[in-house]
């Protein structure tokens, strides 16, 4: 019988032992990465989606060794989704924590803030979450590679697809802020070139979830389809009262974007029969060989499924790592030409790749409808099509500003 | 047309009118602590906000939301009497600024507490099956639990002007907003009275909260956008001044209603225009004494 110390002091040491050739593997300082995101305020969720992607991309490359034999170290900082702090945060990151490579950023507001400051440091920063601007000329710079999809892309793919598959006749709902006029803007367009009229649009003021007085008229006019292009926590409150007022039983409601984890707070019965776009849905790991193996080292790590922008934190990650192994240095303009030339990656779906011009990547959405019946814990959605890659979907280099 | 049109603008006009008494369930309280103690409780939004999450806990707990009803505004009630006697009373006597200080950084306080507790991501309960859905009127099909929310407002002002009026205790509130020292001077321990008027007034954002929960959905932020909306009501209204509540919630719910039927884009600039020009005309707000904020 061996008492709890002698046990313990046993595994340790077997532990250390069977690690030694990683240690001394991955010798010499860490590579560092800093990942500025809004841990806290309206969109922490998300937040904490990312992190958690970025989080296990470490311990995916750590395992293997790291990069170049070296560890690879994330830095996460909180930039409470304020262009000011985003800016301060990843300077701080630059400058005091030595980073060689910034990853992160939510809102297209705070993700400006952050390049501006990568690309002053001659950095590169892989943007991870919804931009028109962050790909385009003036802002994005030789260095700023966009991970995520934008409004223009996933506007194309689902209004093309809605439009066709879901009723002619739309009205949009939008939050009166860059990324909801920008959907707005494409939606109109999209739905307009497909064949579809859209009957009206309301704007609405960003965090103020009350819907009661836009409703009437909206029923009024008798859309086939609603588009919400709702946020966060105003999401919840659009599909509570859209349902008190009666509005599901004429109208199919679709989002640009469908969350797992708004799709568990709003509750499978709001969401039934929504449709949305998406970058990563977990149920692909049933189609998708890559998915598998990322959604169940996730699974196993955090022991629940990930939604969907935890995906573009783990592939932004092993990007870096990617371009780091091919160019075998770390600094950023080697990095930048290895990735552009070597464009075709897949972390954890299917293929995507870099756009030479503009450094955005391309990469499948699929589009999914809420189930009526929850399947296991976390089975919100089915996929019901998906939409290939394809560099039409964006708008041009020219017309993004590159000559 | 012109029958379409008008029926149109009548289910407007009535979506504002309820609209408007949900702006007034949130306002009262704010307006009742003020009226009688002259502090601007920063911290209504985040109280508000904790009555949604109690009740969410209650409903799980009992699965009665009429359990929740009653019991969340009672459990923020008492956070209230807390607050009252440990933080606010050691500051009566200094700046009012301390006090609006306080309850600023209190707000914040509540708001990250309640994530460590109940999680970042919002939550969500549903009203009684009884008032799901909708129900028609005629001119409009409406929600059942909006009426519900209306018909629970209008028992809490019956209740409040009841007690203000007609009790004892009513009228030493009363008499203390209008001269605290003359009441003090008749032997009356008006510190009790705040402490009591307080938790009211806190119990009341907590009953707002638990109300809204169904409708806008539960999170940790909730209270930041609701506060701004009290505010204008309290400050059209005239600050500390119930009557004033009243009528400056329903004018700012049909004000809303009205402009986002016709330039959606102007219902939230139209607010604060409507509270510049009432503040031009009567600086102390509709129903305002002039001075009693000083």
């Known amino acids: 019988m061996i008492d709890r110390r002698t046990f313990l002091t046993g595994t340790i040491g077997a532990a ?25 305020g309206p969109f922490d969720w998300i937040a904490a989606d990312q992190q ?102 996933t506007g194309r793919s689902v209004g093309a697809w809605a439009v066709k598959n879901v009723g002619k006749k739309w009205w949009i709902v939008y939050a009166d802020y860059a990324w909801g006029k920008q959907n707005n803007a494409v939606f109109t367009d999209v739905v307009q070139k497909n064949g579809g009229t859209v009957l009206g649009s309301t704007p609405y003021p960003l965090g103020k979830p009350e819907f009661s007085t836009h409703l009437p008229k909206i029923q009024a006019a008798r859309p086939e389809v609603l588009l919400a292009a709702v946020p966060g926590n105003d999401a919840v409150a659009f599909m509570k009262q859209a349902i008190s007022f009666g509005l599901k039983q004429q109208t199919k409601i679709v989002w640009p974007l469908h969350f797992v984890d708004l799709a568990k707070t709003v509750g499978i019965d709001a969401f039934a029969d929504t449709y949305g776009g998406t970058s990563f849905y977990w149920e692909l790991q049933d189609s998708v060989p890559e998915a598998k193996h990322y959604v169940e080292a996730f699974t196993k790590k955090f022991n629940r499924p990930p939604d969907s922008y935890s995906g573009y934190g783990y592939s932004g990650i092993m990007e870096v ?14 990095v930048a030409t290895a990735l552009l030339n070597n464009p075709s990656y897949a972390h954890y779906k299917t293929k995507q790749w870099w756009r030479k011009c503009d450094r955005k990547a391309f990469q499948d959405l699929w589009i999914v409808k809420g189930r009526q019946q929850l399947k296991g814990e976390w089975g919100y959605f089915d996929v019901v099509s998906k939409v290939a890659a394809d560099e039409a979907l964006d708008r041009t280099c020219g017309e993004k500003g590159y000559a | 047309m012109i029958d379409v049109s008008l029926q149109a603008l009548a289910a ?68 209230g009497l807390v607050i009252e006697r440990f933080l606010m009373r050691p500051l009566y006597g200094r700046s009012p600024d301390d006090a609006l200080l306080l309850t600023f950084g209190l707000s914040f306080v509540l708001i990250e507490a309640v994530k ?3 999680g970042k991501m919002g939550l969500t309960f549903d009203p009684p099956k009884a008032f799901a859905g909708a ?43 209008r001269d605290p020292l003359m009441v003090r001077a008749l032997g009356i321990d008006l510190g009790r009275i705040w402490w009591l008027v307080f938790g009211l007034g806190v119990a009341m954002a907590g009953l707002a909260g638990v109300l809204a929960g169904p409708l806008r ?40 209603s009205l402009t986002t039927f016709f330039a959606p884009k102007l219902a939230e600039i139209v607010v604060f225009l409507v509270m510049a020009l009432v503040l031009l005309v009567r600086p102390s707000g509709l129903f305002g004494e002039a001075g009693l904020a000083e």
């Open chain 1, 16 to 40: 250390a032992v069977m690690a030694c050739p990683a240690v001394l593997r991955a010798q010499g300082s860490p590579i560092r990465i800093g990942f500025p995101l809004p841990l806290t």
């Open chain 1, 52 to 153: 958690k992607g970025a989080q296990l991309a470490m311990d995916v490359l750590n395992a293997k060794g790291g990069a170049l034999g070296r560890k690879v170290e994330v830095l996460f900082r909180d930039d409470e989704l304020k262009p000011a702090v985003g800016a301060q945060r990843t300077k701080e990151l630059i400058e005091n924590q030595n980073v060689e490579f910034i990853v992160g950023g939510l809102a297209a507001h705070v993700q400006m803030a952050i390049n501006e400051q990568a690309k002053k440091a001659n950095k590169i920063f892989i943007s991870i979450s919804q931009s028109d601007e962050i790909s385009a000329k003036p802002d994005s710079g030789p260095l700023t590679f966009h991970e995520a999809l934008n409004p223009t892309i």
């Open chain 1, 321 to 334: 790592a990617r371009g780091i192994e091919l160019a075998k240095s770390t600094n950023s303009d080697a």
């Open chain 2, 12 to 79: 407007q006009a009535f979506t504002g009118l309820v609209l408007g008494g949900i702006l007034v369930l949130l306002a009262i309280g704010l307006s009742l602590i003020f009226g009688l103690m002259a502090v601007v409780n920063f911290a209504h939004g985040s109280l508000y906000m904790l009555g949604a999450y109690f009740g969410f806990f209650v409903l799980g707990l009992t699965r009665s939301y009429w359990a929740a009803l009653i019991l969340a505004p009672i459990m923020v009630g008492i956070v």
């Open chain 2, 116 to 118: 460590l507790v109940w």
């Open chain 2, 135 to 177: 129900m028609n009127l005629g001119f409009m099909s409406f929600p059942v639990y909006r009426l519900f929310i209306l018909a629970v407002t209008i028992v809490v002002l019956v209740a409040l002007w009841f007690f203000l009026e007609k009790t004892n205790v009513g009228l030493i509130v009363r008499a203390g907003t």
């Open chain 2, 217 to 256: 959905g539960v999170y940790a932020d909730m209270g930041l956008e609701m506060i701004i909306e009290s505010f204008v009501v309290v400050v059209v209204g005239g600050m500390g001044s119930l009557p004033g509540a009243i009528v400056a919630g329903l004018l700012i719910g049909e004000v809303v």
